[in-house]
């Protein structure tokens, strides 16, 4: 047994790769659908980590970073991180392509380079994408039993013995759900999710919910450098999702709701919580657009009454 005396002396605070983002020795997972921007996002983190800079406002724990493609060579790679005016060297970034051994990275090629990369003293480490390893011919990456059982576990295993936090990249499929889902929301210790949404051009959603640290959700914006910034709105400018909302509300007329039923029966790009959050610092905002909300505790539930009502311009005589 201990006591909270002995418990709050033996404490010592989880260190990050990425503040409140990232655990060192943790294992995360980035899903997102092609063409969204997983490799940009994944080579802007690796540059933010490799010196030291902030990552979309996070602090990040400097380290060497090791990049593993199995998707793009290093034309490829180098060709983005000259556009995206990245600042990686010798000392800081070491790659590795399947395309470069003339076939599919396995098991021991990440013991090997694993372990150079260790003598070195790198910390964070990145797989992208992690289905391009060939772990084992018998494994089924759609299986949540496989997936579960002996996918995971082997990279668990790696951030163990070497004290990497690592990073899988994998796709999402067209219904915005990731090939073994449930095994990856039980095996990680955070995902990373990035959607477009048609309602939002030209900007990428990021969810993020994790074991170790508070959800977080950001509209980024993609730059001419192919780098993401968090998208500031204008203050005049009712935030896209909430417009989504007004939009619903004008045609209802009057409602009840849970945020939890508003973001699934409208399919919004966020989660409850985050809807929650936002619906209660704009309750004004709103009630300038006519729509005026009430909210009330009941047991677990915040329940919202919603009511519209066209509203009156102050110049109108």
């Not at 395309?99 to 260790?118: A, C, G, P, V, W």
């Not at 990145?126 to 390893?133: A, E, Y």
């Not at 030209?202 to 509209?219: F, M, P, Q, T």
């Not at 704009?282 to 005026?292: C, P, R, V």
């Amino acid at each position: 047994m201990m006591t909270i005396s002995e418990m709050k002396k033996n404490y010592k605070k989880k260190d990050f790769i990425v503040d409140s983002f990232m655990k060192s020795g943790g294992l995360y997972c980035l899903v997102a659908r092609p063409k969204v921007g997983k490799s940009m996002f994944c080579l802007q983190l690796t540059n933010s980590i490799a010196n030291g800079t902030t990552f979309l406002g996070f602090k990040t724990n400097p380290s060497p970073v090791l990049y593993i493609s199995t998707e793009m060579n290093f034309y490829q790679i180098l060709d983005r991180i000259n556009q995206m005016n990245l600042n990686l060297t010798d000392d800081n970034f070491s790659l590795e392509d399947q395309y470069s051994n003339e076939r599919k990275l396995n098991q021991m090629d990440l013991q090997i380079t694993f372990k150079d990369f260790y003598n070195k003293g790198g910390k964070f480490v990145i797989v992208d994408m992690f289905t391009g390893i060939d772990l084992n011919n018998g494994y089924n990456l759609n299986d949540y039993q496989d997936m579960g059982k002996y996918v995971f576990p082997y990279y668990r295993d790696l951030c163990k013995k070497y004290g990497f936090t690592i990073l899988l990249v994998h796709h999402l499929n067209k219904n915005n759900t990731s090939l073994g889902s449930t095994a990856i929301d039980g095996s990680v210790d955070g995902i990373i999710t990035l959607k477009l949404d048609n309602n939002i051009p030209k900007k990428v959603l990021l969810n993020y919910e994790s074991r170790d640290y508070a959800g977080i959700d950001l509209i980024l914006k993609f730059n001419d450098n192919l780098t993401f910034t968090v998208s500031k709105f204008e203050t005049d400018d009712l935030n896209p999702i909430l417009q989504l909302f007004l939009n619903y509300a004008i045609k209802q007329k009057k409602f009840n709701f849970t945020a939890s039923e508003i973001t699934s029966k409208l399919n919004l790009q966020i989660t409850p919580t985050a809807f929650g959050k936002l619906l209660n610092k704009n309750i004004d905002n709103l009630k300038k657009e006519g729509l005026h909300i009430e909210s009330k505790r009941t047991g677990p539930l915040r329940m919202y009454a919603a009511r519209y009502e066209e509203p009156i311009d102050d110049y109108d005589e």
